[in-house]
Protein backbone atom coordinates (compact mmCIF):
# COMPACT_ATOMS: atom_id res chain seq x y z
CA UNK A 1 0.00 0.00 0.00
CA UNK A 2 1.00 3.36 -0.72
CA UNK A 3 -0.49 6.62 1.40
CA UNK A 4 -0.23 10.50 -0.37
CA UNK A 5 -0.37 13.20 1.58
CA UNK A 6 -0.94 17.07 -0.04
CA UNK A 7 0.41 19.87 1.76
CA UNK A 8 -0.07 23.65 0.54
CA UNK A 9 -2.64 25.45 -1.13
CA UNK A 10 -4.58 28.13 0.49
CA UNK A 11 -6.37 31.57 -1.48
CA UNK A 12 -4.40 34.47 -3.36
CA UNK A 13 -5.40 36.94 -5.90
CA UNK A 14 -5.13 36.68 -9.78
CA UNK A 15 -1.62 36.54 -11.09
CA UNK A 16 -0.10 35.17 -7.73
CA UNK A 17 1.85 31.69 -7.12
CA UNK A 18 1.27 29.03 -4.76
CA UNK A 19 2.65 25.65 -4.00
CA UNK A 20 1.47 22.06 -3.66
CA UNK A 21 3.69 19.92 -1.86
CA UNK A 22 2.72 15.00 -2.18
CA UNK A 23 4.47 13.15 0.16
CA UNK A 24 4.15 9.37 -0.52
CA UNK A 25 4.95 6.91 2.05
CA UNK A 26 4.58 3.29 2.28
CA UNK A 27 5.23 0.61 -0.43
CA UNK A 28 7.14 4.05 -2.40
CA UNK A 29 9.19 1.64 -4.81
CA UNK A 30 6.30 0.72 -6.57
CA UNK A 31 5.22 3.74 -7.57
CA UNK A 32 5.43 4.59 -11.42
CA UNK A 33 3.85 7.70 -11.70
CA UNK A 34 2.18 10.39 -9.62
CA UNK A 35 -0.15 13.33 -10.74
CA UNK A 36 -2.05 16.39 -9.52
CA UNK A 37 -6.01 16.59 -10.75
CA UNK A 38 -8.39 19.09 -9.68
CA UNK A 39 -12.03 19.38 -9.11
CA UNK A 40 -13.86 22.64 -9.58
CA UNK A 41 -17.73 22.74 -7.79
CA UNK A 42 -20.03 21.30 -10.24
CA UNK A 43 -17.38 20.33 -12.58
CA UNK A 44 -15.86 16.71 -12.61
CA UNK A 45 -12.04 16.05 -11.62
CA UNK A 46 -9.66 16.94 -14.52
CA UNK A 47 -6.11 16.10 -15.04
CA UNK A 48 -3.61 18.51 -14.31
CA UNK A 49 0.00 17.19 -14.65
CA UNK A 50 2.12 14.20 -13.83
CA UNK A 51 5.19 12.69 -13.85
CA UNK A 52 6.69 9.55 -14.01
CA UNK A 53 8.24 8.52 -10.27
CA UNK A 54 11.71 8.20 -11.50
CA UNK A 55 12.41 9.59 -14.62
CA UNK A 56 12.34 13.04 -16.84
CA UNK A 57 8.99 12.69 -18.17
CA UNK A 58 6.44 14.96 -17.02
CA UNK A 59 2.61 15.78 -18.63
CA UNK A 60 0.38 18.96 -18.37
CA UNK A 61 -2.81 19.69 -19.48
CA UNK A 62 -2.86 22.49 -22.15
CA UNK A 63 -5.05 25.09 -19.58
CA UNK A 64 -1.65 25.09 -17.28
CA UNK A 65 1.37 25.15 -19.81
CA UNK A 66 3.59 27.78 -18.86
CA UNK A 67 2.34 28.81 -15.96
CA UNK A 68 2.26 25.62 -13.86
CA UNK A 69 5.79 23.30 -12.98
CA UNK A 70 5.66 19.63 -11.41
CA UNK A 71 8.26 17.97 -10.43
CA UNK A 72 10.13 15.89 -7.46
CA UNK A 73 12.32 16.64 -5.00
CA UNK A 74 14.86 13.89 -4.35
CA UNK A 75 16.26 14.55 -1.38
CA UNK A 76 12.50 14.76 0.42
CA UNK A 77 11.03 12.35 -1.58
CA UNK A 78 8.31 14.98 -2.43
CA UNK A 79 6.51 15.59 -5.42
CA UNK A 80 5.42 19.45 -5.42
CA UNK A 81 3.28 21.99 -8.49
CA UNK A 82 4.37 25.26 -9.02
CA UNK A 83 1.34 27.13 -9.77
CA UNK A 84 2.41 30.59 -11.24
CA UNK A 85 -0.09 33.65 -13.00
CA UNK A 86 -3.09 31.98 -11.49
CA UNK A 87 -6.32 32.10 -12.28
CA UNK A 88 -9.84 32.42 -11.02
CA UNK A 89 -10.80 29.39 -13.14
CA UNK A 90 -7.79 27.46 -11.29
CA UNK A 91 -9.73 27.42 -8.23
CA UNK A 92 -10.53 24.16 -7.38
CA UNK A 93 -9.52 21.32 -5.00
CA UNK A 94 -6.37 19.65 -6.15
CA UNK A 95 -5.73 16.02 -5.78
CA UNK A 96 -2.81 14.18 -5.21
CA UNK A 97 -2.27 10.71 -6.83
CA UNK A 98 0.02 7.73 -7.19
CA UNK A 99 -0.29 4.99 -10.10
CA UNK A 100 1.86 1.73 -9.42
CA UNK A 101 1.11 -0.02 -13.34
CA UNK A 102 4.01 1.11 -15.78
CA UNK A 103 2.08 2.53 -18.64
CA UNK A 104 2.65 6.45 -19.47
CA UNK A 105 0.28 7.03 -21.86
CA UNK A 106 -2.89 6.99 -19.30
CA UNK A 107 -1.26 9.01 -16.82
CA UNK A 108 -3.61 11.90 -17.70
CA UNK A 109 -6.41 9.35 -16.75
CA UNK A 110 -7.85 9.31 -13.62
CA UNK A 111 -8.98 5.85 -13.40
CA UNK A 112 -5.39 5.10 -13.82
CA UNK A 113 -4.09 5.98 -10.00
CA UNK A 114 -4.27 3.89 -7.71
CA UNK A 115 -3.88 6.34 -4.15
CA UNK A 116 -5.19 9.20 -3.89
CA UNK A 117 -4.73 12.15 -0.91
CA UNK A 118 -7.09 14.22 0.65
CA UNK A 119 -7.43 16.87 -1.75
CA UNK A 120 -6.06 20.66 -1.12
CA UNK A 121 -7.85 24.20 -1.56
CA UNK A 122 -6.69 26.23 -3.70
CA UNK A 123 -8.61 29.49 -4.50
CA UNK A 124 -7.83 32.67 -6.94
CA UNK A 125 -10.07 35.58 -6.70
CA UNK A 126 -10.20 38.03 -8.96
Known amino acids: QVQVVESGGGSVQAGGSLKLSCTPS????????MGWFRQAPGKEREFVAALQWSGDNTYYTESVKGRFTISRDNAENTMLLQMNSLKPDDTAVYYC???????????????????WGQGAQVTVSS
Open 97 to 115: AAARTDSAGLLRSSWFYDY
Open 26 to 33: GRTWTIFG
